[in-house]
């Protein structure tokens, strides 16, 4: 399988910037879709911020020109700038990324999550 590890996540006031990585490790062959969800308290979650293989980027309204969704294949990374934070973006943020993987020897899909990162933005 494929194991995702998030990083970067913290305390950090209004306005200040945070940068979120997100790990990929197993046997991959090939990554295509990369994610970011997010899920504050006593809410469903949420996508933030998605890019596809291709480079297409689409963002939640929320956070549009605020934060930024990158990716690294060569590290099997996908990043997650936020800038100008608010409260409101206070959340367990997590990535979601889609690929395919050698799995005894043959290719299979992967579509997997990692254990999510604590934003918490203060006022």
């Known amino acids: 399988q494929v194991q995702l590890v998030e990083s970067g996540g913290g305390l950090v006031q209004a306005g200040g910037s945070l940068r979120l990585s997100c790990a990929a490790s197993?046997?991959?062959?090939?990554?295509?879709?990369m994610a970011w969800y997010r899920q504050a308290p006593g809410k469903q979650r949420e996508l933030v911020a998605r890019l596809t293989s291709g480079g297409t980027t689409n963002y939640a309204e929320p956070v549009k020109g605020r934060f930024t969704i990158s990716r690294d294949n060569d590290k099997n990374m996908v990043y997650l700038q936020m800038n100008s934070l608010k409260s409101e973006d206070t959340a367990v943020y997590s990535c979601?990324?889609?690929?395919?993987?050698?799995?005894?020897?043959?290719?299979?899909?992967?579509?997997?999550w990692g254990q999510g990162t604590q934003v918490t933005v203060s006022s």
């Open positions: 197993g046997s991959i062959l090939r990554l295509e879709a």
């Open positions: 979601n990324i889609e690929g395919l993987y050698l799995e005894s020897y043959f290719p299979s899909s992967f579509n997997s």
